[in-house]
Nanobody, 124 residues
Framework: QVQLVESGGGLVQPGGSLRLSCAAS????????MAWFRQAPGKEREFVSA????????YYADSVKGRFTISRDNAKNTLYLQMNSLKPEDTAVYYC?????????????????WGQGTQVTVSL
């Protein structure tokens, strides 16, 4: 069982930045592909970004490409999401997710473990 705990959310003005973190309990963290998803009120959970277990391959939703950067530190069992140039439409609960093995997916049901989420609100 992998436990994931997100942190770093908050209230930020449009154009601002936030850095989300996701701490994993699993010592074999580097065996998991990791992803960020988000869910806004009244909307389905959507893919934001993913990174393969070694960190060499990164993928982004078109809506965040060029503004968000995903990274991981396998020595610290931690996943990150640097979010710049934030927009009101980025407001959502952000979740990190883990998928065992080499292959990533854009689909939420394909992930094995989830964190509890952290709220990001972009507003004046």
């Amino acid at each position: 069982q992998v436990q994931l705990v997100e942190s770093g959310g908050g209230l930020v003005q449009p154009g601002g930045s936030l850095r989300l973190s996701c701490a994993a309990s699993e010592r074999t963290f580097d065996a998991y592909g990791m992803a960020w998803f988000r869910q806004a009120p009244g909307k389905e959970r959507e893919f934001v970004s993913a990174i393969i277990r070694g960190g060499g391959g990164k993928y982004y939703a078109d809506s965040v490409k060029g503004r968000f950067t995903i990274s991981r530190d396998n020595a610290k069992n931690t996943l990150y999401l640097q979010m710049n140039s934030l927009k009101p439409e980025d407001t959502a609960v952000y979740y990190c997710a883990a998928r065992f093995g080499l292959y990533l997916s854009y689909a939420a049901p394909d992930y094995d473990y989830w964190g509890q989420g952290t709220q990001v609100t972009v507003s004046l």
